[in-house]
């Protein structure tokens, strides 16, 4: 399934391609409210495009040489104190 990407609403079905997971983990994140969803009416549920990108963003594991680079930017305004 295509997703457009200047789509900022997307059904359930649609989340799922965006986000590449199986239908139960989209469940599962919805009842645990660990992302946000909508659902007017009671009905289907529907996820603004930017929250899934906010939940995918989440938990960033930075590489080795970007931590070293933080590291070594640290100790040297430390030096200058």
Same mark, same amino acid.
């Given at each position: *399934?295509?997703?457009? #990407? $200047?789509?900022?609403?997307?059904?359930?079905?649609?989340?799922?391609? +965006?986000?590449?997971?199986?239908?139960?983990? !989209?469940? =599962?994140?919805? #009842?645990?409210?660990?992302?946000?969803?909508?659902?007017?009416? /009671? /009905?289907?549920? +529907?996820? @603004?495009?930017?929250? !899934?990108? +906010?939940? *995918?963003? @989440?938990? $960033?594991?930075?590489? =080795?040489?970007?931590?070293? $680079?933080?590291?070594?930017?640290?100790?040297?305004?430390?030096?200058? $104190?």
């Amino acid at each position: *399934m295509e997703i457009k #990407s $200047e789509k900022k609403i997307l059904s359930f079905k649609e989340a799922l391609a +965006y986000l590449d997971v199986s239908p139960s983990l !989209l469940y =599962k994140l919805t #009842s645990q409210r660990t992302i946000t969803y909508f659902k007017p009416n /009671g /009905g289907k549920i +529907y996820f @603004q495009k930017a929250d !899934l990108d +906010y939940w *995918m963003l @989440q938990n $960033e594991n930075k590489s =080795k040489g970007l931590l070293e $680079e933080k590291l070594l930017t640290k100790i040297k305004s430390k030096k200058h $104190e």
